[in-house]
Every structure is written in C-alpha cells, then in structure tokens.
C-alpha cells in the first residue's frame, strides 16, 4: 500500500470513530505552545503560546484556531500551513507531541497541559517514522507522554563519570527526579531511560541497535561504524553519509521501538565524544533538532542539509 492509500485510509477510519462519540468538553488546560518548521527543524514557520486551551481541543483544532491551514482525506491530515506545503509525493508534515511521535491524527489526538506540539514539514524518503527527537528538550522527561508523565532512569558507563553528573544535573534542574543504574540493566517499557557511554558501550542496547540499523529502524539520521564505533557518520534525508566525524566526536539522539516509550542515547566515539553530548544535553543546544551530532564547539544537527 502506498504512503498516500494509507493515509486515506486511517483518515477514513478517524472520521467514523470520531462521528460516533464526543470527545466531550472536560475542564480545560493551559501553558500549550506549538512550534511549526520545515526541514527537520532547519527552517522556523511560525510559533504560538496558548495560555488557555478548551477542555475538548484537539492537536488538529488547536493547530487551526492559530494558523492558516489546509487539510485532507476528510480533515484528518494536514496539507499545508500558513501556505507551506509538500513539493513532491514523498514530502509531508507530521507532528511530535513533547518530542513523540503520535500514534495517531491530529484529529483524535488530545491536548494536555503544557504539552509541546511540534509540527514538521519534511522529506521522508529514508523513513516516514520518527519515533522520538530532541529539539522538545526538557519534554518529554517533564510532562510526559500522552498526558502521563514516566519515571526516569539513567545508565552509565564506565569512564564517563562527568558526563553522567552533567546529564543528572540538567535533568534535576529542570525538576525530573532521576534514579541511576548500571548500562545494560535496562529501563524496562514504561520508564524514559536515557543511557550515557562511548558508542562501544552502548551498542547492546535496544536504541543503540536501532540507530545501527538506520533511519528507517530509528528515525535517527546518523551512525556509528567502525569495530568500536570510532566513527560517527551523518546522514542526509535520503539517508545516505553525507559527512563523517572521528575523534571527540558525540550524538543525542533519542528513539523507540513500538512497545516503549523513547530512550535517549548521550554517546560518543570515545570518552571525549560523550562529554561533548552531554554539553549540549539541554533545551538551548538541543532545540529544533530531531538529533544532534557535536565535535569540539561544532554542532551538526541530523539530517544533515536537511534544509535543502
């Protein structure tokens, strides 16, 4: 089945869920702000606060009430934004509610207090599933997903001990109570891990084993390779290497598979690798990225040349 024959088909799907029930009008929440991008974040579209939101609102309503927008397959996906719209059949907008993927349209999908509504025009060629990205940073560690918020657990590695401090600190200043284990133990399914090591120690790891197996796997645009990963490899939004970092290099990243919630990789080629992802483990360095690869003071938001 093609992107666009699915489409229409849960489309047709939310339409006569949501015709047979209310969504009811509920007692309303606040704090909601929505960002809307191109190009995997490289290119700022437009932006809004909303200080009071309708008990009933949904992703779709609140993205309608604030901007110029077009829908369709019966109002259930969007087409275009204040007039930004797809260029070819594999270019569409898809949207991160506190930096997750929702499971499902916009049209279903509820809007809780401070939530981080994330809309994205970009190319997916290479992959039309972005399971989780870190431009939403502190979200989703401190209000959660889908209205619940989860536990959260770090795993270290060894020889990376600054690292895991900075990390610790970042997340408890944003007030995220955080308990600490040994890499490799595991977070388990309903816990938001975030796991912190060289990209050796990493690798067994569900995430890490999704990011070895690409974009399509992960949603993350960039890899390791090398017997000990010593390499970091960036990728463009066709998935291809479009450039290559050694030494001292690192990478946030997050992402998930289809029972658990996202976990967050702060990695690196090496030691030094690693504490330069945990530098820029915060709201400022990460914002607007799906993923963020660093070397030195240098940042490469993935995918690279995502704005071309």
């Known amino acids: 089945m093609t992107r666009g024959a699915a489409i229409a088909a849960v489309a047709i799907a939310l339409a006569v869920a ?30 809004a606060d909303a200080a009071s939101v309708p008990g009933s609102e949904t992703v779709m309503r609140m993205l309608e009430r604030r901007f110029d927008v077009k829908t369709r397959y019966g109002g259930g996906f969007v087409e275009s934004i204040n007039g930004q719209t797809g260029s070819s059949s594999q270019r569409d907008w898809f949207y991160y509610v506190n ?5 499902d349209g916009a049209a279903v999908t509820s809007v809780h207090h401070d939530d981080h509504i994330w809309w994205d025009l970009h190319d997916w060629r290479a ?24 536990p959260t ?24 109570p955080v308990a600490g284990q040994l890499i490799g133990t595991g977070s388990g399914p309903d816990t938001l891990g975030v796991v912190v090591g060289t990209w050796k120690q990493l690798a067994p ?26 390499t970091l490899r960036l990728l463009d939004p066709d998935g291809h290497v479009a450039q290559t970092l050694g030494a001292g290099a690192g990478l946030v990243a997050a992402t ?14 090496d030691v030094a690798g690693v504490d330069a992802a945990a530098r820029a483990f915060n ?26």
């Open 205 to 230: 790891e569900v995430a890490a084993e999704l990011i070895a197996h690409g974009p399509g796997a992960s949603g993350v645009y960039a890899n390791f390779s090398g017997p000990a990963g010593t």
């Open 18 to 47: 949501t015709a047979g029930c209310g969504l009811g009008a509920g007692p309303g929440t606040g704090g909601v702000h929505v960002t809307v991008t191109s190009d995997f974040g490289g290119h700022q579209i437009a932006a």
């Open 153 to 176: 657990t770090i795993e270290c590695g060894s020889n990376v001990n600054a690292a895991c401090k900075r990390v610790t600190a970042v997340l408890s200043g944003d007030g995220v």
């Open 127 to 150: 992959t039309d599933s972005i399971p989780a990205v870190v431009g939403s940073f502190p979200e989703p560690f401190t209000n959660g997903i889908g209205g619940k918020r989860y």
């Open 256 to 269: 998930a598979d289809s029972s658990s919630v996202p976990t967050w990789l702060v990695t690196g080629t």
């Open 283 to 308: 709201a400022d360095a990460l914002h607007d990225h799906f993923a963020l690869a660093v070397q030195g003071g240098t940042t490469y938001p993935v995918p690279l040349d995502g704005g071309q």
């Open 99 to 103: 930096g997750v993927q929702a499971p």
